[in-house]
């Protein structure tokens, strides 16, 4: 069967400063056809879409879509060509309806001399709701009073409505509970079915393997291949993206080595309101305790009440000699670290040096007397980001210069340099590219020897069969289920409890 | 049951209850307190009256405030614009009093709105070194000596001439925020700027709007104040800085109950509450000098209640 | 291609230079050294003369210690807009009490700012408001209060604490203070704290800064200090009137951002702009009046080198947008 190609990207090309984002990229894409881009963090397929959809001016190199060379410069520039893009981050903005967000940017339809027709605006974007079935959802609305899943489904009215003839699903998908995936999913197919196609980046495999029919992988910037959906493994597709064979190194490969039964925390009964309730469980010294479920389960907070981050948290949180952890100063003093899912924000301080950053948590123990030394506060940095490899010119370089995993790497900097013995880790590998992962990984099984416990929440089921000691699979805000280390233990076990 | 509630609470009748409340709140408190001097028809009117004034204002600023902007310079241009219609009256009669305060006010806007763009510092501090700048210009405009509206000039100074001018700006408002996109480009731009570009908002000429639609209305609002109190002098030293909070009250009103759909009402009636509480003090006898305690503890007030930051959020 | 699009993208060497931190933190002090020598050619050298100097430098003495505390405010990303009408009431309530006792009349003036900054501090800590609404709004308040004390007549204050007016006294005070402050700030976990909230609270905050204590604190101290600084006031001038201390707040602002203060705070905040940022003004000041401008000429220039300054010094990659 031969296809109408619809887009050809030709040597695309784009620089940040010294970095090469993208190196000239090229490739094809047919019409009806669901195309994955994969590779990963910084290997270029955000940059690369981003282009296509003008929120990135095009370094050098041509897009054409059905025959027309593109030159957009901003979303509704590239909308009028027919490209559009459901964004990761809440691409909704607040303070307006829901109807002035389906059309932002495109009222002109609903404009008469410089007049806006907003009755039939809000007429038409119920209509469209109605279409996608999402009837419950009130054009006139305004969009503060839906919660963040309607809000993406919004979105997706907003970025299809249009009938693109190319959409790009920009890691869409980690946003949506199960049931809004399906949502995408059946208009992933429409679009298939109707001729159209769309190019869908996502960091879960598992996902592209069943929802697309052609994959490209990037790699550093650089094309790699173009192969068929159905020829492929997971396997065979880290190895594209990586390069190499990941070692059987990857995940800790030991089963079945015991446990302490000595409980270094205890966590009883706590609730933060709209997030987790009753909550209760015990941690164990050199366990690694592995929390999984869909991304709204609530597991994210589990971790912020344990550091007592949480606004309005009840229940209690105990260590083993009965200390009771109800403020972050309390918990960093009696030994718990946390690393935040939300880096940027919650986790490193961007516009401050990897010195303070790591020195912060450290300081009363550096200080004699309450009096702190430069030059003692500079040589704990260095030592504890050297220890960790942290890619820098020196401590005082602002963290906000770093890659994702260099940021992380600061981050466990400082709670090694802190001595830490509890260590909870939110999504320790999110937006990390393989290499650093794998590092962490190692990091993790050593502290675990050292009798270290660690608490590691994450949304990558296979990252928590390979790592943890014990999984809690959480679902609505509740504990649903418990598994044991297991090499027997799989995917499909865990989902069967987070859904 | 809680859905029906939940549902209610986010309606715009909610919000009219909740002004109306807080309205007979107050009205009540005082007439209560001082029942002969406070509260009558005709009192009513003239608080209703002064109040209209800032309420002009508060719209205006309203452009700027859900952007997340701020301006300080309002009061200084309330006096400059008024000093060189006044001025430009005294040749053309009508025609130069109104343009001229509504000419200057926006062009001060545009001023600000292109420095603001161009020199990439935050508003409210190119506002602050503009308002200096904006206070010594109009002292040497008005030459030092107070200006004084030709009686036969007088015509907004009282009603119906107030309120009709008022009514217009209202009216204008009304327009703008539901019938054109710069409403919707506002609030889009205050909700996330990064989010609002890629969209396609030009985010510089919108700001660059926002500030010349407040200073047009703050224009308008130089000719119902100069109007109102008929003579206008110029100082230096932050004298105008008291200008900028009465308008920026009914603001905060506005934006509290952006979510009820009724921004123009809430300015309205939160001016005229405002305007209840002072005057219910001076009815109660209160000495003039304490004005300022009345203003800054009902601002505070007003701010506590409405302008509240989320818990965990970041707030300079 | 893609050289031609580097070079697009690679900004000039000046533009780099005139961006760079180090120009930005050496601004300030080429400055103070142009300000003076401009000055000094425009007066005929009339400024640098011993006695004009003593008066400079006596009004240097209570901005400087007012803006010790404003400094750590700004650091915080915050602003303070009170100090004027703290001032004010404080230098009222020193001066009733310099009739019983003169450290009384210090305490009291102290507790006064104190007060006045826990009231900021806790509106904009407990209620998440924006310092600079709340800080004008009891501004107002407290220039309010001012006024109505001050109705009826100017406040006097008693012939002993006016006996005080020394330099050796001035100078020790304020020495004093900004040994104390630089101390703290860059030897104890207080300064770190502070800069750490400035740049980014949610982290800090997560790094076991309390970062509510923190602010709450550097408020009343910055209230506590202007306190302070309407003693030093008192001794000077010896009557209050309601005009006490009025437009403090700017002539601090501008200060600071003259001293090269980033007004986003955080990381890249300097001691030393507390110092130069004072003097710079004071000469500026000074100047401005030696050569005889009216109070609106004056004004004038100020608000031009404000922006100037504000334009060339600030931080914008600490500001994601700038609002």
């Known amino acids: 069967m031969e296809n109408k190609v619809l887009l050809v990207a030709e040597h695309i090309d784009k620089r940040f400063g010294i970095t090469h984002a993208v190196n000239d990229v090229s490739l094809t894409i047919d019409a009806g056809e669901i195309r994955a881009l994969i590779g990963e963090n910084g290997s270029g397929k955000s940059t690369f879409s981003q282009m296509l959809c003008g929120i990135y001016t095009i370094g050098g190199g041509t897009f054409t879509l059905d025959g027309k060379v593109l030159h957009c410069r901003n979303q509704v520039e590239a909308n009028n060509e027919g490209v559009a893009i459901i964004v990761q981050e809440m691409g909704t903005l607040s303070g307006l309806t829901v109807a002035e967000n389906i059309f932002l940017g495109h009222e002109e339809p609903f404009m008469h001399m410089g007049v806006k027709d907003t009755r039939a605006m809000n007429k038409e974007a119920q209509r469209l709701l109605d279409e996608y079935g999402f009837g419950r959802i009130k054009a006139a609305d305004m969009i503060d009073l839906y919660n963040f899943e309607d809000r993406k489904l919004v979105e997706i009215v907003k970025g299809t409505y249009m009938k693109p003839k190319i959409l790009v699903i920009d890691e869409t998908t980690t946003a949506l509970s199960q049931n809004g995936r399906l949502e995408l999913y059946k208009i992933m197919d429409a679009i298939r079915a109707d001729g159209r196609s769309v190019i869908f980046i996502s960091h879960d495999l598992g996902e592209v393997l069943t929802h697309t029919d052609t994959i490209s992988v990037l790699r550093d910037g650089e094309f790699i291949a173009t192969v068929q959906t159905k020829d492929m493994t997971e396997d065979d597709l880290k190895r594209l993206m990586v390069g190499r064979e990941i070692g059987s190194a990857y995940y800790r490969t030991d089963y079945g080595e015991p446990v302490s039964d000595e409980v270094v925390l205890s966590v009883r009964d706590v609730s933060v309101p709209g997030q987790i309730s009753h909550v209760t469980f015990d941690l164990h010294r050199g366990e690694i305790l592995g929390f999984g479920g869909l991304s709204e389960c609530g597991m994210h907070e589990v971790g912020k009440a344990i550091f007592a981050a949480s606004w309005e948290r009840t229940g209690t949180v105990t260590l083993a000699d009965g200390t009771q952890i109800n403020d972050i100063p309390t918990a960093i003093k009696h030994s718990i670290a946390y690393a935040s899912k939300d880096r940027d924000n919650e986790s490193v301080i961007l516009n401050e040096s990897i010195r303070n950053n790591i020195v912060l948590p450290s300081i009363d123990d550096l200080a004699s007397h309450g009096l702190l030394s430069g030059k003692k506060l500079t040589a704990f940095a260095d030592k504890h980001a050297k220890d960790m490899q942290t890619k820098m010119q020196n401590v005082g370089q602002f963290v906000s210069d770093l890659s994702g995993g260099n940021k992380q790497k600061v981050v466990l900097a400082r709670w090694i340099g802190k001595g830490s013995d509890i260590l909870v880790l939110d999504s320790p590998t999110r937006g990390i590219d393989v290499k650093v992962k794998q590092a962490i990984y190692a990091l993790m099984a050593e502290l675990r020897k050292q009798g270290k416990s660690i608490i590691m929440i994450s949304e990558e089921i296979p990252e928590l069969l390979g790592m943890a000691d014990r999984i809690i699979v959480m679902k609505d805000g509740e504990l649903n289920g418990e598994f044991l280390r297991d090499p027997a233990l799989s995917e499909e076990d865990l989902i069967a409890k987070m859904v | ?316 | 291609m893609s050289n031609t699009v580097k070079n697009e993208q690679e900004p000039s060497k000046l533009r780099t230079f005139l961006s760079s931190d180090t120009f930005k933190g050496m601004l300030p002090f080429i400055g103070l050294v142009v300000i003076l020598f401009v000055m000094n050619i425009m007066t005929d050298g009339k400024i640098l003369t011993p006695k004009r100097l003593r008066l400079l430098m006596s009004q240097v003495y209570y901005p400087m210690i007012v803006a010790t505390g404003v400094f750590f405010v700004m650091t915080l990303g915050s602003i303070d807009f009170t100090e004027g009408s703290t001032l004010g009431l404080a230098s009222i309530v020193v001066s009733k009490l310099s009739f019983i006792s003169i450290p009384l009349a210090i305490l009291g003036g102290v507790l006064t700012g104190a007060f006045i900054g826990a009231i900021n501090g806790f509106f904009h800590v407990k209620f998440k408001l924006q310092s600079f609404i709340i800080t004008i709004c009891t501004m107002y308040l407290f220039r309010g209060v001012c006024a109505y004390l001050t109705t009826e007549t100017a406040v006097p204050a008693s012939a002993a604490i006016k006996a005080l007016d020394q330099n050796w006294l001035k100078i020790t005070i304020t020495v004093a203070v900004l040994l104390v402050a630089w101390f703290l700030f860059r030897f104890t976990r207080i300064g770190n704290d502070v800069k750490a909230v400035g740049s980014g609270e949610i982290a800090a905050r997560f790094s076991g800064v309390r970062t509510d204590r923190v602010k709450f604190l550097v408020f009343v101290a910055a209230g506590a200090l202007t306190g302070l600084a309407a003693f030093v006031n008192v001794v000077k001038v010896g009557s209050i009137t309601a005009t006490a201390g009025n437009q403090l707040e700017t002539q601090i602002l501008i200060s600071l951002v003259l001293g090269g203060l980033p007004i986003t705070g955080g990381a890249k905040v300097r001691f030393s702009n507390i110092i130069v940022g004072t003097l710079m003004y004071t000469v500026l000041n000074n100047g401005l009046v030696m050569l005889g401008y009216e109070s609106q000429t004056q004004q004038l220039i100020k608000g031009i080198i404000f922006l100037l300054f504000v334009a060339l010094t600030i931080d914008r990659k600490a500001l994601k947008v700038i609002k």
């Open chain 2, 1 to 316: 049951m809680s859905n029906t509630i939940a549902k209610l609470k986010t309606s715009r009748y909610y919000g009219l209850i909740l002004l109306g409340a807080m309205l007979i709140f107050f009205y009540g408190v005082f007439k209560i307190l001082t029942p002969s001097n406070f509260g009558s028809l005709s009192n009513l009117y003239t608080y209703l009256q002064s109040s209209i004034i800032y309420s002009v204002g508060g719209c205006g600023l309203y452009f700027i405030v859900v952007m997340g902007l701020f301006d300080f310079a309002v009061g200084a241009n309330i006096v400059l614009s008024s000093i060189v219609g006044v001025i430009l009256s005294q040749k053309f009669g009508y025609a130069g009093f109104i343009l001229g305060c509504l000419g200057c006010g926006t062009f001060i806007g545009f001023l600000i709105g292109m420095l603001y763009n161009n020199l990439n510092v935050p508003s409210m501090i190119v506002t602050v070194g503009l308002m200096l700048i904006f206070e010594s210009v109009a002292v040497f405009v008005a030459g030092g000596v107070k200006q004084t509206l030709a009686p036969e000039l007088r015509f907004f100074s009282g009603a119906p001439g107030n309120i009709i001018l008022a009514g217009l700006a209202f009216l204008l408002m009304y327009f703008i925020l539901n019938y054109t996109k710069i409403g919707t480009y506002c609030n889009a731009i205050g909700s996330n700027e990064f989010t609002a570009k890629n969209m396609g908002i030009d985010v510089k000429k919108y700001k660059l709007i926002g500030f010349m639609l407040l200073h047009f209305f703050v224009g308008i609002m130089a000719i119902l104040t100069v109007s109102y109190g008929t003579t206008m002098t110029a100082l230096t030293g932050m004298s105008t800085m008291s200008r900028n909070f009465q308008p920026l009250m009914g603001t905060f009103f506005g934006v509290a109950f952006r979510k009820y759909k009724m921004p123009i009402t809430a300015i309205i009636v939160g001016e005229f509450i405002i305007s209840i509480i002072f005057n219910g003090f001076v009815a109660l006898g209160a000495p003039t000098t304490i004005q300022n305690v009345v203003t800054g503890a009902a601002l505070l007030a007003i701010v506590s209640l409405t302008a509240r930051g989320a818990k965990g959020s970041v707030v300079k």
